[in-house]
């Protein structure tokens, strides 16, 4: 385990000593390779590092997290010894050592090489999804060690049954983790990415955290695994994260092919984007979104600030490479794609503005709810009225028609969290009139849980429905056709 320290300049790792050292022997070619693999791909890596310190005293103290047993243990050992924390990113190159990634590398080619469900793995997904040493910001930590300890017993098992399906060997570790681990979305966290040291101190998490400890157990087991993220749904509140493994996919009775999949049952539904992790540079940001801005006057959804993220929104929905034409010239370079989040549109994708007249936005979901806009100074304005893509790639867009007025009966404000009307609560019924402002047509009192009518409402709209009072922002844009209500 990892403890807490300011890292010196002699822990660098000596890449030709790795490298005369693997060129002696044929056999350790792929050793070879991987040392390189990690060589071409981690040095732009940088590992979010917790620093502890006693209150108004800036000096770091060394503190070991596997000593911690629980989240309210660590927290009345910060509150007792009145500590006070942070959080940095240093570089790779500063944190890991020869000796770390040599057995790093060991490790994961004996895994490789023994186990009977490894054997179908190419090389280039052993290399991008088994090897790395991490997922991508976390703290580097001995998780292949402490994993293959817990799993000892299961993994001889396996071996001596020959099994070669890894959703039944990720099935076992994954059930048995789930019994010291608990998922909270509002688990107490150190840091944003959270290394092993840190979830096992505290026991619980949310989906980013537990499927950061997923992978490691995969991993550790010889299952090439990482993490897709959705950043913002699009078509429900909030973000989402999932581990996926490499794993056989039965295309019929007699067909199948490997890919990369989540554990049947996850949660994955109508993401309006999802991203891999990639250990091997993919350098979407290098070489295209910073060409587009500049850096310091742009906003730039952070997750975005990446060279190591694969788009792989087409292996979750049907999507459209969505050309879209401005109503007037532009002048940047660069436009952003918008979703609506707990009651604003916030930027998820960006597109490069061709001729002034038009931005080409790839792999977008269709059936989603968009608004597309432009940097302004570090922020960013919108610069039509929003829309739907539909089925077709069309853009459909709110067309208010106050000659031909319907009723509405909903039950919700949206699919998801706390989202039932409550008898004797207010609420607000609003249209997204032409000019792409919302505008209130009517406000009506809940008399009964999960009922309220609304009579001679404009029809063709997109419509919100807003609890008056509270400023939660949980409401969700929707449709209503033959009286069926379409959530976006």
């Not at 930590?141 to 817990?150: A, E, I, N, V």
């Not at 959703?167 to 048995?176: E, F, L, P, T």
């Not at 609890?467 to 922002?473: C, F, L, R, Y």
């Amino acid at each position: 385990m990892f403890f807490i320290f300011s890292c010196k300049s002699e822990n660098k790792i000596d890449f030709l000593y790795l490298e005369n050292k693997f060129s002696k022997n044929a056999a350790d070619s792929i050793r070879l390779q991987s040392l390189l693999f990690i060589k071409d791909n981690f040095d732009d890596l940088t590992s979010e590092k917790i620093i502890f310190f006693k209150d108004h005293d800036f000096d770091s103290i060394p503190y070991f997290l596997d000593t911690i047993t629980s989240e309210s243990s660590l927290r009345s050992i910060i509150s007792k010894n009145k500590l006070s924390y942070h959080s940095l990113f240093v570089r790779d190159s500063k944190i890991l050592t020869t000796e770390f990634l040599e057995q790093n590398i060991n490790s994961a080619v004996s895994q490789w090489n023994t186990f009977p469900w490894s054997k179908q793995i190419p090389k280039d997904i052993f290399l991008n999804y088994l090897l790395p040493y991490k997922v991508l910001l976390e703290y580097p930590s001995g998780w292949r060690t402490y994993f293959q300890k817990q799993y000892q017993d299961s993994i001889n098992k396996f071996v001596r049954n020959g099994e070669e399906d890894t959703d039944k060997v990720n099935a076992s570790i994954i059930a048995k983790l789930y019994q010291s681990i608990n998922y909270s979305e509002n688990a107490f966290k150190l840091t944003k990415n959270p290394s092993l040291n840190e979830i096992l101190a505290i026991g619980k998490g949310e989906c980013y955290t537990l499927s950061h400890l997923f992978v490691y157990a995969n991993r550790s087991v010889g299952i090439p695994s990482t993490i897709d993220i959705v950043p913002l749904w699009g078509s429900r509140n909030g973000s989402h994260a999932t581990e996926v493994f490499y794993r056989k996919i039965e295309t019929n009775p007699n067909e199948y092919t490997y890919s990369f999949k989540p554990s049947k049952g996850s949660f994955l539904n109508r993401p309006a984007k999802v991203f891999r992790f990639s250990f091997k540079k993919v350098n979407v940001w290098d070489d295209s979104i910073k060409a587009l801005i500049e850096p310091q006057k742009s906003y730039i959804p952070e997750f975005l600030k990446s060279n190591h993220l694969l788009d792989v929104t087409d292996q979750y929905a049907d999507v459209s490479n969505l050309k879209y034409t401005f109503l007037n010239r532009q002048s940047d370079k660069l436009a952003y794609i918008c979703v609506f989040n707990y009651g604003q549109w916030m930027p998820l994708f960006y597109g490069r503005i061709i001729n002034s007249r038009f931005a080409i936005f790839n792999k977008m979901s269709k059936n989603m709810l968009y608004q597309v806009g432009v940097p302004e100074g570090s922020s960013y304005k919108f610069v039509d009225r929003a829309f739907i893509l539909d089925s077709s790639g069309k853009m459909i867009y709110s067309e208010p028609n106050t000659n031909v007025r319907i009723k509405i009966k909903i039950q919700k404000i949206n699919e998801g969290e706390n989202s039932w009307v409550k008898a004797n609560s207010k609420y607000a019924l609003s249209i997204l009139n032409k000019k792409n402002y919302w505008e209130v047509v009517s406000v009506k009192y809940c008399e009964t849980d999960s009922v309220l009518n609304f009579d001679k409402i404009p029809s063709n709209s997109f419509y919100r429905l807003k609890e008056i009072g509270t400023n939660h922002n949980l409401e969700r844009i929707f449709l209503c056709k033959n009286d069926k209500i379409i959530w976006y």
